[in-house]
C-alpha cells in the first residue's frame, strides 16, 4: 500500500514561514516526481512546486524566491520550506507522486498517481 504523509501545516503570522514534510512509503520513488499542490474551498487545485528523484525542482510564479522544495530520496521523503508567507498561501496542502513523462507534466494534477492527505497551512494578517 502507497503512502504518502504529510505533516508541518499550522498557523502562522504573514511574514513567517513554514516547513512542510511528506514521507511516502509502499513503492519504490525513484522513477517519480513529488510535488506539492495547494487547494482553497471552490477552487482547483494548484500546482506550488515539484522535485524530480534528480533532484531537478520547479515552482509556480506566485512561490518562486519564497518557497524551497527539497528531498531526502534515501528516506522517501520531501519537503517545502515555505518563507514570507502571505494570507494568499493559505490553503490545503497536498504532497503528490507522480511518474508520468513530458516537461510540464509535473504541473498537472492528472499527472499524479498518488495523493496525501493534506495538511492545513493558515496565515494571519
Keep these: 500500500q502507497v503512502l504518502l504523509v504529510e505533516s508541518g501545516g499550522g498557523l502562522v503570522q504573514a511574514g513567517g514561514s513554514l516547513r512542510l514534510s511528506c514521507a511516502a512509503s509502499g513503492r519504490t520513488f525513484s522513477s517519480y516526481f513529488m510535488g506539492w499542490f495547494r ?12 522535485r524530480r528523484w534528480s533532484g531537478t525542482t520547479y515552482y509556480a510564479d506566485s512561490v518562486k524566491g519564497r518557497f524551497t522544495i527539497s528531498g531526502d530520496n534515501a528516506k522517501n521523503t520531501v519537503y517545502l520550506q515555505m518563507n514570507s508567507l502571505n494570507p494568499e498561501d493559505a490553503a490545503v496542502y497536498y504532497c503528490a507522486a507522480g511518474n508520468r513523462y513530458g516537461s510540464s507534466a509535473h504541473k498537472f494534477p492528472h499527472n499524479y498517481d498518488y495523493w496525501g492527505q493534506g495538511t492545513q497551512v493558515t496565515v494571519s494578517s
Design 39 to 50: 487547494q482553497t474551498p471552490g477552487k482547483e487545485r494548484e500546482f506550488v512546486a515539484a
